[in-house]
């Protein structure tokens, strides 16, 4: 059985940070809501509880049942979980003069401590509190103090209990991976045996073992999630999978074609469906972004609907939902961020068992256990497409001509960044296409066009992004030849925004 680190989400924005740290240290962890520990599972080696947007004293504050874990397992708090470990146990928890928020260094910390093995003195870290722990109870003792927090870290005594008022699992902390590691592998003993090839040998298993003989469909998108989620199946089911394919007609330029040529070297048995009218129908002047989405998403049920009634007996739908696509749908607040159209609501009306071997991984893992497949690179580095195409790119309403424009914008953005060596640098990008119009002159004749905006990111899980610096030469280039070569355009902008606050997509 695989042993696991159990993370207890407070509702922090780098919960996901921390499980993505955890793994990289080939061990499996999985997230929960702070009050959902799974209290039966043998398997946990150890506890870590996130930070939180609240202050422990809020009274709408997440407060979990500590009896649970405490004295059962290594447990380590980060932030608002060392601050809650603190104050549940009759510690003082108060708001700081100002917030504590950047770069701090540990002006001291116990280098026999377990946790702090390896580290260098002064070593940096991201503090981001708006309260700090003021006092501990009397059997925890400090273990680190910065300049200006003195109980930037505690331990309890005579237990495998610690807190850290700082982010190990943030690139500012320049040492967090090997405060993390001491935690996961020296304290909770951790084996660190999580890596694809394990992955790929126990998920077939599984899902030998789940769906015998049943036959599956498997909705194919064309990148790399629902890729590998097939060749994964395709490997421990063969003949008894079909992947349906959907072309909704805002997909990229030639995509259609392009994808169902690889599919077809994966050996992989696909259904094309062209649904342009369909959704075209469907969409024409919805305006709003997540009406947008649930009508595609609800397409995708129609059209799947449709086709799996011409196969026999199909018992399963497969579907290449993603670690993120389940956390970020449903934020532990009960927010919804954004829906996703591959998660949730798709099995009711077609009465179908849903099937999604690849739930628990993270987008970098997915490309991981590819390449172990043996998959073609350019399907592995693709980069991130959302489900509803191109008509999240497209701000307003949705029509042929509209989506055409930005077929041919994007090509030469994603050729150009192809042609420049810079795709593989780039964690996602893509063109908008804005619902303004702008004056321009073109040779001798004034026009009123369109207006387009190039969007490129860095990330390494797309919880949190950047916006790629790309070279002004490359940006002169591809902004001539879009105006140039795109009819309907005449002004070519680049977002310069970054996640948080802003998101990837627009829309």
């Known amino acids: 059985m695989q042993e696991k680190i159990i993370i207890l989400d407070f509702g922090s924005q780098t919960t996901q940070l921390i499980g993505r740290r955890v793994r990289e240290l080939d061990t499996y962890c999985e997230i929960f809501p702070y009050n959902k520990f799974p209290e039966d599972d043998q398997n946990i080696k150890g506890v870590i509880l996130s930070g939180s947007p609240f202050s422990v004293y809020d009274k709408d504050a997440f407060k979990a049942d500590l009896g649970r874990i405490w004295g059962k397992y290594p447990i380590l708090g980060i932030c608002y979980g060392a601050q809650f470990m603190a104050y549940s146990n009759g510690g003082k928890v108060e708001p700081a003069g100002s917030r504590e928020y950047g770069r701090a260094h540990l002006s001291s910390f116990s280098k026999e401590n377990k946790l702090f093995r390896g580290i260098k003195e002064n070593t940096q870290v991201w503090m981001s509190h708006g309260d700090t722990i003021t006092s501990i109870p009397s059997n925890f003792k400090i273990i680190a103090s910065t300049d200006e927090v003195k109980i930037a870290a505690y331990q309890v005594e005579n237990e495998n209990i610690w807190g850290v008022q700082f982010h190990p699992e943030v690139y500012h902390t320049e040492e967090g991976t090997q405060l993390l590691r001491n935690f996961v592998v020296e304290i909770c003993g951790c084996k660190q045996d999580w890596s694809p090839s394990s992955f790929i040998e126990s998920t ?238 073109m040779g001798d004749e004034r026009t009123y066009e369109r207006a387009v905006a190039l969007r490129a990111v860095t990330s390494t899980d797309a919880m949190t992004a950047d916006w790629a610096k790309l070279p002004y030469d490359f940006l002169a280039k591809i902004s001539n030849e879009i105006i140039n070569k795109v009819k309907g355009v005449n002004r070519v902008v680049y977002d310069i925004s970054s996640k948080p606050p802003a998101t990837i997509e627009w829309e």
């Open 204 to 441: 077939v298993a599984q899902l030998r073992e789940q769906l015998k003989d049943d036959k599956v469909i498997l909705a194919l998108s064309g990148g790399v999630d629902s890729s590998v989620a097939a060749v994964l199946l395709n490997k421990a089911i063969g003949k008894n999978l079909t992947c349906i394919f959907v072309d909704h007609g805002m997909l990229r330029k030639n995509e259609f074609e392009n994808v169902m040529r690889d599919y077809e070297h994966l050996g992989l048995n696909v259904i094309g469906v062209n649904a342009h009218d369909k959704f075209f129908g469907e969409l024409a002047g919805v305006t709003e972004p997540e009406r947008k989405r649930k009508i595609i998403g609800k397409g995708f049920i129609d059209v799947f609907d449709e086709e799996a009634r011409k196969i026999k007996d199909v018992k399963w739908l497969a579907q290449g939902t993603i670690y993120p696509d389940c956390i970020e749908s449903l934020s532990i607040t009960g927010t919804v961020i954004k829906s996703h159209h591959n998660v949730g609501g798709l099995p009711e009306k077609m009465n179908l068992k849903l099937c999604e071997p690849l739930r628990l991984l993270f987008k970098d893992e997915v490309r991981r256990v590819g390449r172990e497949l043996g998959m073609m690179e350019h399907l592995i580095t693709r980069h991130p497409f959302p489900g509803p195409g191109l008509a999240v790119r497209i701000l307003g309403d949705i029509t042929p001509e509209k989506v055409s424009i930005l077929q041919n914008a994007d090509d030469i953005f994603i050729r150009g960044l192809r042609e420049w060596g810079l795709y593989d640098k780039v964690w996602q990008a893509g063109v908008v296409l804005l619902p303004v119009q702008s004056v321009g002159v």
